[in-house]
């Protein structure tokens, strides 16, 4: 849940694009056109989608966790399956009501649906998605890029979004193959995901280029917002692709490389953000924003001391002794 922080940060990166091509250039600053209560209520969105996919997986996976992991609070007896239903459902309602107040506000009714689209694929993905390899680690990359759109369904810069479907969806495919998952990924899968990838980035070009090559009539180049800032975040995609080197190199074990590498490559997201940020925003909103990826580090190393200490606590179990 520490990972929060990667959603919080998805979303703010997208509210500052969209108020920097919502401000005119005629001196009208980013505070005028950014508003505190969409900020507030773009973070409860954020916070109530993430909470509420990392709930329900907990739900699903309870007779699983019982038996793999059980100084879990489900299974452990902390928290009861009740209470687990009605906190899920909370921030599940908290999200929708977030995205029905932005929606108002906004004035774009297409924030709620984006919201509601985002909740289904994370309870598809809980449910079935997760089981179905390929697919799923197609859907992670789709959660990520609506729930980045959720802001701005405008698109002012669809590369944002788009590289942040691009990088989860890779990463996690590379993170199963690295932990050895089951079922094993093979080559059918690979070409699935990539194939999959593929196509929803080809169609997300092309339905932009013509909305507002044919719609608006901005030149194409406008239309795409190809500008020499992409560059950087280029550069951020080079970086990640050298710290996943880095990694598999230095440790050695395979599956603890693919842990690493998720989440190394989930806090990385962050860095995409800053860079978007500061190339078509500012660099002073930018670097308030790379204030999450401490924040958000920090966080997971406190949860993670934290679960080592509860586990601690707990009661010890055992196995009965085959005769």
């Known amino acids: 849940m520490a990972l929060v922080f990667t959603a919080i940060s998805n979303s703010f990166a997208a509210l500052l694009l969209l108020a920097r091509w919502k401000a005119p250039e005629d001196g009208v600053s980013l505070r005028q056109v950014l508003q505190v209560e969409h900020v507030i209520v773009i973070a409860l969105i954020s916070i109530g989608l ?3 996919g990392m709930s329900l997986n907990d739900l699903i996976d309870r007779r699983r966790d019982s038996q793999l992991a059980p100084h879990r609070p ?16 909370l921030l599940g309602l908290i999200a929708l009501v977030g995205g029905a107040l932005y929606s108002r506000w906004a004035g774009n009714p297409m924030s709620f649906l984006l919201v509601a689209g985002t909740g289904i694929l994370i309870a598809f993905y809980d449910l079935a ?13 789709l959660i990520r890029f609506f729930h980045a759109t959720i802001p701005a369904p405008e698109l002012p810069l669809l590369w944002h979004p788009l590289l942040l479907l691009n990088h989860v969806t890779v990463l996690s495919l590379i993170a199963y193959q690295w932990e050895e998952k089951r079922p094993p990924l093979t080559r059918a899968h690979w070409w699935a995901v990539l194939s999959g990838l593929a196509t929803v980035n080809l169609l997300s070009v092309a339905l932009v280029w013509y909305r507002r ?7 194409w180049t406008e239309a795409l917002r190809l500008e020499l800032m992409l560059l950087i975040p280029i550069a ?11 990694v598999r190199r230095t440790v050695t074990n395979s599956r603890e490389a693919g842990q690493t590498l998720m989440l190394y490559g989930l806090l990385w997201v962050i860095v995409y953000d800053v860079a978007f940020v500061g190339a078509f925003v500012g660099w002073q909103p930018a670097l308030a924003l790379l204030v999450l990826l401490p924040l958000a580090y920090a966080s997971v190393q406190l949860m993670r001391w934290w679960g080592r200490l509860i586990a601690l606590s707990q009661r010890p179990g055992f196995k009965r002794a085959d005769a």
């Open 236 to 246: 951020c995609v080079l970086g990640f692709i050298a710290l996943a080197i880095y």
């Open 129 to 141: 998605g997760k089981y179905l390899v390929a697919l799923g680690l197609l859907t992670l990359g």
């Open 74 to 89: 489900l299974p452990s007896g902390r928290i009861g399956v009740v209470t687990a239903h009605v906190i899920c459902v």
């Open 213 to 219: 090559t044919f719609l608006v009539d901005d030149p």
């Open 50 to 52: 993430y909470g509420f």
